[in-house]
């Protein structure tokens, strides 16, 4: 079993919908909570950094992270083709921050 | 700024050559490390250095070595190339002198070993 689970998708949906996109996880050592951006081809972009759990807002993007469930998500709203990509949730413990377990991603495809 | 830079862009080898790839962190950034991305999965951690010390190894054979230099640049060799170690090949790098552990990902490194 991986640490990290993340439904692979694709995930398609119309321009302006509500994406949610989500994470589970077993470690229950994780106490940093990010999600990555990758276009195709591309580098990871850091979209949401969370530490422990709570929601955090930021434009569009609304991330949560429910420690109790081992469970995190990414809310996206008013979706636009311009967020077509792939998304992924990472995570880390507690001192060794900069040692990442990424999920296997989402790819989503937001129709104009 | 600048942000990660990473070189070369792609690279084609064949297996059992070896191969080296190269990291310049933000400036300011002490922290690097190295992922491996296969073609469909998440970035996979291979090393984490922090001022030239390896801080961190993840589940990678010993044909897999990297370093960092007092600039904070590194390099990643891999040895013995095999057909399964073409993957985007990625570096991150990180400013260690705050509470903020948010890691910067370059555009990676295309490796295909044919």
């Known amino acids: 079993q991986k640490e990290v689970e993340q439904d692979p998708g694709p995930l398609s949906v119309p321009e302006g919908a509500i994406v949610s996109l989500n994470c589970t996880y077993s470690n229950s050592a994780f106490q940093y909570f990010m999600w990555y951006r990758q276009y195709s081809r591309k580098g990871p972009e850091l979209l949401m950094y969370t530490y422990s759990s709570g929601n955090k807002e930021d434009g569009r993007f609304t991330a949560q992270v429910d420690k109790s469930s081992k469970y995190i998500s990414l809310f996206i709203r008013d979706s636009q083709p311009s967020d077509s990509a792939t998304y992924l949730c990472?995570?880390?413990?507690?001192?060794?921050?900069?040692?990442?377990?990424f999920g296997s991603g989402t790819q989503l495809t937001v129709l104009p | 700024d600048a942000g990660v830079t990473q070189s070369p862009t792609h690279l084609i080898k064949t297996r059992g050559q070896q191969v080296t790839l190269r990291c310049s962190p933000i400036?300011?950034?002490?922290?690097v490390s190295w992922y491996q991305q296969v073609l469909g999965q998440g970035p996979q951690f291979i090393f984490q250095?922090?001022?030239?010390?390896?801080?961190g190894r993840g589940n990678f054979p010993d044909r897999f070595s990297a370093r960092q230099f007092p600039n904070y640049s590194s390099e990643l060799n891999v040895n013995a190339l095999l057909l399964g170690d073409s993957a985007l090949y990625l570096c991150a790098s990180s400013d260690t002198g705050t509470a903020n552990n948010e890691q910067f990902f370059g555009p990676g490194t295309r490796l295909t070993v044919l």
């Open positions: 990472a995570m880390s413990p507690f001192g060794s921050a900069r040692q990442l377990t």
């Open positions: 250095y922090y001022e030239k010390e390896e801080r």
């Open positions: 400036s300011g950034h002490k922290s």
